[in-house]
């Protein structure tokens, strides 16, 4: 992000976005991994809030042939990513903003 030049400015975990896990139904707080200002191709600011995981946990598990314990594990990883991501939504459609998730089929 530092070498693009329509990256006006950007930081690393910056805000948090509460949300309600549901695991305990608690609110926690989200970081989200990083937050940009953009310039579009129109000259338009935007703020887009990035989250950068790996695909595997952006898709609901399946069981397979995995023992329980893997399974039960990736399906508590995948159903609070959900919650926050829902979180995340929200919070940037009232501010206006934008919200990404970007894994290695973005990235690479």
């Known amino acids: 992000m530092d070498t693009n030049e329509n990256i006006i400015k950007w930081g690393s975990e910056e805000?948090?976005?509460?949300?309600?896990?549901?695991?305990?139904?608690?609110?926690?707080r989200?970081?989200?991994?990083?937050i940009a200002k953009i310039k579009s191709k129109d000259g338009k600011e935007r703020v887009t809030v990035i989250e950068v995981k790996p695909?595997?946990?952006?898709?609901?598990?399946?069981r397979g042939k995995k023992r329980k314990a893997t399974y039960l594990k990736e399906c508590t990883t995948y159903s609070v990513n959900i919650a926050k991501w829902?979180?995340?939504?929200?919070?940037?459609r009232k501010k206006g903003?934008?919200?990404?998730?970007?894994?290695e089929k973005?990235?690479?």
């Open 86 to 92: 829902k979180a995340a939504r929200e919070y940037c």
């Open 30 to 34: 989200y970081f989200p991994d990083f």
């Open 55 to 62: 695909y595997k946990q952006t898709q609901e598990p399946e």
């Open 97 to 103: 903003w934008d919200f990404t998730i970007l894994t």
């Open 15 to 28: 805000i948090f976005i509460p949300y309600v896990s549901p695991m305990d139904n608690r609110v926690h």
């Open 106 to 108: 973005e990235l690479f």
